[in-house]
């Protein structure tokens, strides 16, 4: 009897000291693949806060030698004198459900790094139930997305970040019953200032516009940069007497700001309002279309007010300072053909040839950005029953009876589809009274815009 309770203690014993053997063995093959993950990994106890694991990658980016013991926000943040009250410990506490994970980001107050963390309750190796929390840094890219996503100047969003939400801001529009207010700006004299004053005061002038014009947004509400001096406001939240009143509180508080600061320019800007309403079947181009008109509406009587006001300085001005001015002609078309989502043409009258966008030739199928005789080629791609108004404008140009170019028609692109446009030039004149140089842009409208129109 004694033997055999020998034997079977001895058995006992080397059963479970190869247990034990193989048990140590899968943590340490745990613990190196747990170190060389590139996620930050750490284990704390619920109640006391102190760390019981922590991957070497965390120690490394946190420069810590042995944090095993020690209480965690002491060592993993900065300047902290108790639990972190963003530690979602205790809500894990609260609903200790198996699997239950909690995500957030946080800004560590330590490294100044931006982590995405995943917090979990799991069983310990004693069967307790410990705290298991495992972050990425996502710093890099979100800064990545942030400078795709957001101009660099004015930080506002950029383009296509913004007509990206406002073409799902139309959708959700539909589906919610629930319209929207689109305003378009642009900052006035901003080319006067950038000459006069330097391009780093017109910057200073697009900054304050749009901080000021921050303040009156809500969270829901579209702001982005169309392009150089051009901006969208989307009002999710508003009627359209409302803006109309949060625009002139705007432009009131730069008036004032201006005196204030004896700002030799009065910081101010030009808008547009269009009404979305959920029925309206507007899409993303046929918006920026009409509240683009109806800014060039206001800009209109801007400048014909601010020509009248200026009207006795014209008078004064130095002729040889229209001699002095030059500048760059060959990157004058480039620089306005990127600024704007309308296509620019340019004509040289004594040669007959027009030059059009890169981008005009592919939608329309042209032969070249380089064409003469265009308005034979150009023509024959607008549509039959528009062509008798088309030719008459030409004419009219053409035989100096005038030098403005304004008509709405269609015209056919690549695909073969019906495109409305219109298209607005003028005519120059040299001092001879010679026609050398007639120029304009043609703005895409849509294929549905005349059945649009109220």
């Given at each position: ?48 806060n ?22 965690c ?33 946080e ?22 139930i ?122 009131i ?20 309002l ?18 683009d008109e ?34 760059q ?16 043409y ?48 030409n ?5 100096g ?51 649009q129109?109220?």
């Amino acid at each position: 009897d004694s033997l055999t309770a020998v034997v079977n203690i001895l058995c006992a014993y080397f059963v479970k000291k190869h247990a034990f053997e193989q048990t140590a063995l899968q943590q340490k093959v745990y613990t190196s693949i747990i170190n060389g993950m590139n996620n930050l990994i750490y284990v704390t106890d619920i109640h006391t806060n102190k760390i019981l694991f922590m991957n070497q990658t965390m120690k490394d980016r946190f420069a810590l030698k042995a944090p095993e013991g020690k209480i965690c926000w002491q060592v993993l943040q900065q300047n902290m004198s108790q639990r972190c009250n963003f530690c979602p410990v205790s809500k894990l506490l609260r609903d200790p459900s198996s699997n239950k994970t909690i995500h957030w980001e946080e800004v560590n107050s330590k490294t100044g790094r931006i982590y995405e963390n995943h917090d979990s309750l799991i069983n310990w190796f004693d069967g307790s139930i410990v705290h298991l929390q495992q972050s990425i840094d996502i710093t890099d890219s979100k800064k990545a997305f942030h400078d795709a996503c957001f101009d660099e100047l004015t930080n506002t969003l950029t383009r296509r970040a913004g007509k990206e939400l406002l073409e799902k801001l139309i959708k959700a529009a539909h589906q919610n019953c629930h319209g929207f207010i689109t305003c378009m700006f642009d900052i006035n004299s901003l080319k006067q200032v950038n000459d006069n004053y330097g391009h780093s005061e017109g910057d200073k002038l697009i900054i304050t516009i749009c901080q000021t014009l921050k303040k009156y947004l809500g969270s829901g509400d579209i702001f982005f940069r169309l392009s150089g001096d051009e901006f969208i406001v989307v009002f999710t939240e508003h009627s359209l007497q409302n803006v109309k009143e949060i625009l002139q509180k705007v432009l009131i508080e730069l008036k004032n700001s201006a005196q204030k600061n004896a700002l030799p320019y009065e910081p101010s800007f030009t808008y547009g309002l269009l009404e979305v309403q959920s029925t309206s079947n507007y899409s993303l181009t046929d918006i920026l279309n009409r509240v683009d008109e109806k800014m060039y509406e206001q800009k209109r009587s801007y400048h014909i007010l601010k020509r009248q006001q200026d009207a006795g300085l014209q008078k004064q001005s130095d002729p040889s300072e229209k001699n002095s001015f030059s500048y760059q002609a060959e990157y004058l078309y480039d620089a306005l053909v990127n600024s704007t989502d309308d296509y620019l043409y340019v004509c040289d009258v004594q040669s007959d040839v027009f030059h059009y966008p890169k981008t005009m030739v592919e939608e329309f199928a042209l032969p070249g950005e380089y064409i003469k005789n265009a308005a034979a080629i150009w023509g024959a791609k607008v549509h039959p029953d528009d062509q008798s108004a088309f030719l008459a404008s030409n004419q009219e140009i053409l035989d100096g009876r005038a030098n403005i170019h304004y008509v709405e028609y269609r015209a056919q692109n690549k695909e073969g589809k019906w495109i409305w446009v219109r298209c607005r030039g003028q005519m120059q004149y040299n001092e001879q009274g010679e026609a050398i140089l007639f120029a304009g842009f043609i703005k895409k409208l849509g294929e549905n815009y005349k059945q649009q129109l109220p």
